[in-house]
């Protein structure tokens, strides 16, 4: 059964960059289609990134566009989340999820069947 633990969250201050870590255990990763989530206090959930697990394609939301990149570790069954040019709204509980199924929409939750436990990242100054 895939597990997938996040890790790499903490508080940075604004223009920082940090580097997420969705690490999985139990089937290998690069069956499964990627996706990062964010919550904010107050906000609900938002689709920030996605990798695809037939070619490898990328997705970003608007908001993170050129700032972050989402990519593969094959070799350590993980996916990164690179986070540059952090700002105060950037600020969430960040989570990982995974997909067996052909995604239409990446952004919509009920795609994704395993979860992360989710990292906080903070940018504050």
């Known amino acids: 059964q895939l597990q997938l633990v996040e890790s790499g969250g903490g508080l940075v201050q604004p223009g920082g960059s940090l580097r997420l870590s969705c690490v999985a255990s139990?089937?290998?990763?690069?069956?499964?289609?990627i996706a990062w989530f964010r919550q904010a206090p107050g906000k609900e959930r938002e689709g920030v990134s996605c990798?695809?697990?037939?070619?490898?394609?990328?997705y970003y939301a608007d908001s993170v566009k050129g700032r972050f990149i989402i990519s593969r570790d094959n070799a350590k069954n993980t996916v990164l989340l690179q986070m540059n040019s952090l700002k105060p709204e950037d600020t969430a509980v960040y989570s990982c999820?995974?997909?067996?199924?052909?995604?239409?929409?990446?952004?919509?939750?009920?795609?994704?069947?395993?979860w992360g436990q989710g990292t906080q990242v903070t940018v504050s100054s």
């Open positions: 139990g089937d290998t990763l690069h069956y499964y289609t």
């Open positions: 990798i695809s697990s037939t070619d490898g394609s990328t």
């Open positions: 999820a995974a997909s067996t199924y052909t995604i239409r929409d990446w952004t919509l939750e009920f795609w994704f069947d395993y």
